[in-house]
């Protein structure tokens, strides 16, 4: 009963965590009553078993033999085994677990830390579509123009510009083409990915121009079709020529004339997301397009970039109220929001790993404690013989050392093996890397000596006169 009220507002909080609006869909707080009816069975079947076992074990038990144990034995009674192994069981994936849980950690902290090739603080993101209201191309065009005069104008704007398809949201927009002066290999992919760009896209986003210029006023609808390049795609098909002046057009083949001059180089900048390697890129001229569709907005501040967004929306408002603004907010938030899977899984992992330590702890401190009880003449003996409280500490707590070092030896080899599976869900960290591996086993073996600790202690205050009064 305890159990399906947690998990009512464990489902809560996973909703919080999920990592896109379709996770959140297939998600519900309320209880399904077939998971339900699955975990009743399970948990029903494992209390049968693991209740009744020992209940089998009472009636199997020798008279005799049980009133010579406790006459006279120290040994600590029957089924001491199978305890000692259903623990070290428990030990055993406990640390996996815990290892899982800190290779998706560390790997979610070193995408944190990668650097996307663009600065992400004080901009402000949004979208728009005017086609959405009904506006044409040519409409649109003079929309977009007019809008990025009026956000430059805004006090706190250093500049602002538009592109196409917004970055760091895993949306992407490749297209085949024919290069100038490279000879593409049969089977060869030329598919770079492209983006339809403003003016002062590179300015606002904090990307060099590594040759050439930017985008201006000169290219325009008419006017002769221009590109840039970023390095890798400069790279890849020029080699260590200068790629100004050189040509490319949409698609292959024989009569396919390249007509979209390079006019400037930038530097390599994230596009889908953090994990994904820098992609071989082509910006156009957004004013070019023939079609203009929605856009995504960037505003480069010099205030705090919440600040901007009340000034953001009065001044679209002021130019069209019937224009929808949607999906503000800021670039730092949307890098946030471009790990949220990556994020979701290292938390889940670190909940199971986290609550399959706490099982193994109370597992291990269950079987101390009563080990200990069962021990107790034993005790008594060693403590009437002279026996120091320090000494007797120490022997129950190197049982429990004994215990979980053999969960973690046998873990260990688990590890190395069974790691290598989530490899394509890690960054910039081996599924087998030493320092993880050896902080999860030393934090399990910490909790676990914490665990032995309170029985070994009340053992070591036990009177023996009592207890052997007692036996």
Do not use: C
């Not at 930038?266 to 397009?289: I, N, S």
């Amino acid at each position: 009963a305890l159990g399906v009220g947690v998990a009512y507002w464990v489902n809560r909080a996973l909703l919080v965590l999920a990592p896109n609006e379709q996770a959140r869909l297939a998600l519900s707080p309320a209880p399904d009553l077939r998971t339900l009816a699955f975990s009743l069975l399970v948990s029903g079947a494992a209390a049968l078993v693991f209740g009744l076992l020992p209940a089998f074990q009472a009636t199997r038990t020798d008279l005799a033999s049980v009133m010579k144990e406790q006459a006279g034995s120290v040994a600590g009674g029957h089924g001491a085994r199978l305890r000692k192994t259903l623990v070290v069981v428990q030990v055993t994936l406990s640390l996996l677990l815990l290892i899982g849980s800190g290779l998706f950690i560390q790997s979610l902290q070193r995408l944190r830390m990668v650097n996307p090739g663009f600065r992400s603080t004080n901009l402000v993101r949004f979208k728009l579509d005017p086609m959405l209201s009904g506006y044409g191309s040519d409409r649109s065009r003079e929309f977009y123009r007019q809008l990025q005069q009026r956000l430059e104008g805004l006090p706190g704007v250093e500049s602002s510009a538009l592109a196409l398809v917004p970055i760091m949201e895993g949306s992407e927009w490749d297209s085949t083409v024919t290069v100038e002066g490279y000879r593409a290999r049969d089977g060869e992919d030329m598919n770079p990915h492209f983006n339809a760009v403003s003016p002062h896209y590179f300015k606002t986003l904090g990307i060099p121009v590594k040759l050439g210029r930017e985008f201006d006023e000169r290219d325009r609808q008419g006017a002769k079709k221009t590109i840039l390049v970023n390095e890798t795609f400069a790279k890849r098909y020029f080699q260590d020529r200068n790629p100004l002046g050189y040509h490319i057009a949409f698609g292959a083949g024989p009569n396919v004339k390249p007509d979209m001059e390079i006019i400037g180089v930038v530097a390599d900048a994230k596009y889908e997301d953090l994990r994904k390697e820098t992609p071989r890129q082509v910006f156009v001229a957004a004013a070019q397009m023939e079609r203009q569709s929605g856009m995504t907005a960037y505003v480069r501040t010099s205030l705090p970039s919440e600040k901007m967004f009340a000034a953001v929306r009065a001044e679209l408002r002021s130019l069209d109220a019937s224009l929808p603004l949607y999906d503000m907010n800021t670039m730092e938030d949307q890098l946030d929001r471009s790990l949220a899977l990556e994020r979701f899984v290292a938390y889940f992992a670190s909940g199971f790993g986290l609550l399959a330590a706490l099982l193994a702890v109370i597992g291990l401190y269950g079987v101390t404690a009563y080990s200990v009880a069962r021990r107790g003449r034993e005790i008594g003996i060693r403590m009437a013989l002279g026996a120091e409280a320090h000494r007797v500490v120490r022997i129950v707590l190197r049982e429990v050392v004994l215990l979980a070092g053999l969960g973690i030896v046998i873990a260990l080899p688990a590890a190395w093996w069974l790691t290598q599976l989530v490899r394509s869900l890690l960054y910039g960290i081996e599924p087998r890397d030493p320092a993880t591996l050896a902080l999860s086993a030393a934090g399990l073996l910490a909790v676990a000596f914490l665990a032995g600790a309170i029985p070994a202690l009340k053992a070591s205050r036990l009177d023996p006169v009592k207890v052997l009064r007692y036996e």
